[in-house]
């Protein structure tokens, strides 16, 4: 074999095995980089990634971004939404109503963080939220100078039906099929 032929072979196995290799990174790792991205666009593709993979890990990256990022904070929301409900009649614990719970409870948060968090885990529907959202509602866990975050746990256990008739979703259940690939807009707090 020649030198030019054997150089060719080499070149297109070591072509072969970098598609390889990328094609054997986990998808996780990538997301989590790209969800630190300085470019908004980058972050926001990420996080409708992240709505529409089935995967537990997604979910720490989405909580994550509903507690950390100020330009993505509502379409995290919606991506949690999402798979919150898609857990809700699978799993005996849900795992997103848990991870947002921690963004509601993290005293060290903004207000509009935390009240994103008691909206969305008004939206997801799952009544395992009650006992954290009548925390909040009764200023139990924010102070008085906070009331948007009181007003929105209030609203989450009325679409939790907690207090009377439930009060109407936001995001209509159907809305957020497996195939979703846009995240829809929510009003901003």
């Known amino acids: ?14 072509i072969i095995a970098g598609i390889l290799a990328g094609c054997a990174m986990d998808p996780i790792e990538d997301l989590s980089r790209k969800v ?3 470019k908004v666009t980058t972050r926001e593709q990420a996080i409708v990634t992240l709505a ?12 994550e971004a509903i507690a ?32 947002v719970s921690e963004v509601l409870e993290n005293i060290h948060l903004g207000e509009r963080f935390r009240a994103r968090a008691a ?5 997801i529907g799952d009544r395992r939220a009650i006992p954290l ?7 139990l866990l924010v102070d008085a100078t906070k009331p948007i975050m ?21 995001l209509p259940m159907g809305s957020l099929a497996d195939e979703l690939e846009i995240i829809p807009d ?4």
Do not use: Y
């Not at 529409?52 to 909580?63: H, S």
């Not at 909206?119 to 939206?123: I, P």
């Not at 929105?152 to 009060?167: D, M, P, T, V």
């Open 150 to 170: 009181t007003q929105q746990a209030a609203e989450a256990l009325e679409k939790l039906g907690f207090n009377s008739e439930s009060r109407a979703l936001e």
């Open 119 to 123: 909206w969305t885990l008004g939206e």
């Open 133 to 139: 959202l009548k925390e909040v509602a009764l200023g």
């Open 68 to 99: 950390s990022d100020d330009e993505l904070c509502d379409k995290a929301a919606v991506a949690l939404v999402k798979h919150g409900r898609r857990l809700k009649t699978t799993e005996p614990e849900n795992p997103v109503v848990a991870q």
């Open 36 to 38: 630190e991205s300085p």
């Open 186 to 189: 929510i009003s901003p707090l």
């Open 1 to 14: 074999m020649g030198t030019g032929r054997l150089l060719a072979v080499t070149v297109m196995i070591g």
């Open 52 to 63: 529409n993979l089935v995967d537990r890990r997604a979910i720490k990256l989405l909580g």
